[in-house]
């Protein structure tokens, strides 16, 4: 079984990201209009934490040198030189899930 809840739908506000503990794993989900999007915490630039960036429902930010990327694929934008990867999520029971055995990349999700 690799799906794992997370937390409710109701704890992130849209346009907004948290880190969570999952199985003593730290993940990053991020909200937007379309739906609830997971990524590993840190920025793959110099690891700083992302969740001290921003999330304007399009875009996430590292606000340590700027790299950004599209929320719903991961892809680098702008100044960013690589992909943010990403987990599967999906949404059961009012409640955010994720796969943290599946990493996408530039994958479009239906969540
Ligand atoms: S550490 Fe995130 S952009 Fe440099």
């Known amino acids: ?17 948290q880190e969570f503990e999952v199985d003593g794993i730290t993940v990053l989900i991020a ?20 969740a001290f960036g921003t999330c304007d429902g399009k875009l996430i930010t590292c606000l340590q040198h ?26 059961e029971d009012s409640g955010v899930f994720v796969n943290l055995q599946e990493e996408l990349k530039y994958a479009i999700q239906d969540n």
């Open 1 to 17: 079984m690799n799906w794992k809840r997370v937390c409710d739908t109701e704890s992130i506000l849209e346009n907004d990201m």
């Open 66 to 91: 700027l790299w950004q990327w599209d929320m719903r694929t991961g892809a680098a934008v702008g100044l960013a030189e690589e992909p943010l990867k990403q987990y599967r999520t999906k949404i």
């Open 31 to 50: 909200r937007n209009a379309e739906g609830f999007w997971a990524y590993p915490p840190n920025c793959p630039h110099m690891e700083a934490q992302l």
